[in-house]
């Protein structure tokens, strides 16, 4: 099972940018996939959530700037961030969780200039 994620990069604030997920090696139609952040000197977060019917969760500190999508045929999750803020910048990883258990990708880095 691999997840590759893609898409990170700097942006100054009220920019956009999109994270991409690709996933291979696992059936990803069935699987829950969220995105996660990790800024230096914190823990990690969930950002968002996309289940495998499609339902989304968002963190409060992204609702309304952000949106999880996936596309199944193409394997992908992808993270569309809008708005952004210098508090955005982090290390961003996504995750995929089924019955087989829990898997992450590598992370993509995001830096929001003030």
């Known amino acids: 099972v691999q997840l590759q994620a893609s898409g990170g990069g700097l942006v100054q604030a009220g920019g956009s940018l999109a994270l991409s997920c690709r996933v291979t090696?696992?059936?990803?139609?069935?699987?829950?996939v969220d995105w996660y952040r990790q800024a230096p000197g914190k823990d990690r977060e969930m950002v968002a959530t996309?289940?495998?019917?499609?339902?989304?969760t968002y963190a409060d500190s992204v609702k309304g700037r952000f949106g999880i999508s996936r596309d199944d045929v193409r394997r992908t999750v992808q993270l569309q961030m809008s708005s952004l803020k210098p508090e955005d910048t982090a290390t961003y990883y996504c995750?995929?969780?089924?019955?087989?258990?829990?898997?992450w990708g590598q992370g993509t880095q995001v830096t929001v200039s003030s």
């Open positions: 090696g696992i059936n990803n139609r069935i699987a829950t």
């Open positions: 996309i289940s495998s019917d499609g339902a989304t």
């Open positions: 995750r995929l969780q089924n019955a087989r258990g829990t898997f």
